[in-house]
Structures are given as C-alpha cells and as structure tokens.
C-alpha cells in the first residue's frame, strides 16, 4: 500500500473511533488517543488499563469504557497476564488487525448503501431553491407553496442538481473500488 493510501486508511479508522465513541457517550479524542497508545505499543506483549493510564493521563475507568467498546467489535483483543510485582491478574490489550479491517469493511458498505440512496433522491427529484436565503425544496413541496419560498416570499428557482449528483456517483465508484480491494484482502488466507 502506498503512503497515501495508509494515510487515507488511518484517517476512516481515526474517524470511525470517533463516531462510535460519540454513539457510546464517550470522549472521541480520548478513545482516539488511548487507540493510538495501543497502536504504537509494538513490543506485542500489549498494554494493561494501568500502563494506558499512565501513558494517556486518563482515568482508568474512563479507559475500560473505551476498551469495551473496541473489543465489543473486536478492534482489540487482550490476554490475561500478572502484575509483576503484586501477582494480581491483569489484562493486557493489543490491537486486533483482523477486527480492525472487517469493521472499516463494514463502516465502508454502510458509508455506501447511503450514498447509493441519496443519489437516487437526486436522480428522482427535482428541485428547486431560494436564491434569498438558499432553501431546497422538492418539487412537490414547491408545489405546495406555489413556488415561492414560505420563509421570505422570494420566486424559487429550478435546482441543476447535475453536478451533486456527478459527485455522488465518484465517490460510489471509489468506494464500490475501495470495497473490492478490502474483499480479496479478507478472502485472502
Ligand atoms: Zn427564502
């Protein structure tokens, strides 16, 4: 892969943390962060919540929120380990590739069905706007307000959606690309 192509593929799973994160109740940045730790711990032993806390400055339970989060959808892993000097057990938490690539896969169809679907209100409609304030309206609502805009009284005027609809159609396309390429990856043995 190209380094243009990681950058792009860090940014989704950085973007992708976020969302869940949002959709949980938790800090975005913060899950982000603690993501990251995981990520350039390298020596493959992985990290306890303890070891996270003290790298990020977080809150411990805080950063067990988080790591629930990511293991519900497998993005990491963890094995069971000692406490070096208490002997107490502890978990150790390690990024999952595996997880962590079928979860952009399946963020990535999602992105798409929806993408599929706006382009199809805008192949179906047409539309119209407000050239005052910049309103859009379908045509059965402009209909509805004989044409004129019901905020500020102004004569809409007929929408060329040609150009959104251009742009939806490109990202369809790099994304139906993007899904092929992750499709032989995940096959592959
Ligand atoms: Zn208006």
Known sequence: MS???NKRKTEALFEFIRRLALKNRLDPDNAVKIFTTLLQATDGKGLSDEELSEITKLRQGEIRN???????????????????TTGATRYYWYPDYTGINMSLYWRKKKVLEKLRQRLEYEESN?????????LRYTFEEAFEFDFTCPKCNTMLVEEDNSRVKEYLRKRIAMLEEEIRRDEELLRAP
Do not use: K
Request: aromatic share 12%.
């Open 3 to 5: 380094n243009a192509d």
């Open 66 to 84: 988080v790591l629930r989060m990511l293991y519900s959808l497998r993005m990491v892993g963890y094995r069971r380990g000692r406490h070096p």
């Open 126 to 134: 047409t539309f119209f706007r407000c050239p005052t304030d910049g």
